[in-house]
């Protein structure tokens, strides 16, 4: 699986690594309705798409995840931050960003997770994300 989800100082972190494809997706926003449904407070996140490859990904897939992700019902408004030190994925961040209309998520796309770490009032950690 290219995408590692975490909790870790009360921030969902997912890491995004390898070819990340529309079934990719699929999984996170699964995984994202069940924490989040299990959860008294609806956490920050942190997505870094540092080492994520998205050759395998149509834009369909991203505006359909991005769309659903707009529709969620949270329980408090949070911050959500994208790291994208690459054109590519900093597209797609834009194109995500686009598309998700939920008032309750401030999205926010970062060239370097030092800047994104820093906006959601935390130090940026070494991660060690098991091998798929």
Request: no cysteine; net charge neutral; aromatic share 8%.
């Amino acid at each position: 699986m290219p995408i590692h989800i975490q909790m870790r100082d009360g921030v969902l972190e997912g890491f995004f690594r390898g070819k990340v494809t529309g079934k990719d997706l699929d999984y996170v926003l699964e995984k994202l309705q069940d924490l989040e449904s299990r959860l008294d407070v609806t956490p920050d996140r942190i997505s870094d798409l540092s080492d994520a490859v998205f050759t395998e990904l149509r834009s369909s897939d991203l505006v359909a995840f991005a769309e659903k992700r707009g529709k969620a019902k949270l329980k408090n408004k949070v911050k959500s931050a994208i790291i994208a030190p690459k054109s590519i994925p900093y597209g797609l961040a834009r194109m995500f960003l686009a598309h998700n209309e939920n008032p309750a998520i401030e999205i926010m796309i970062f060239r370097d997770s030092a800047s994104a770490y820093q906006w959601l009032g935390l130090e940026a950690k070494p991660v060690d994300i098991p091998n798929a």
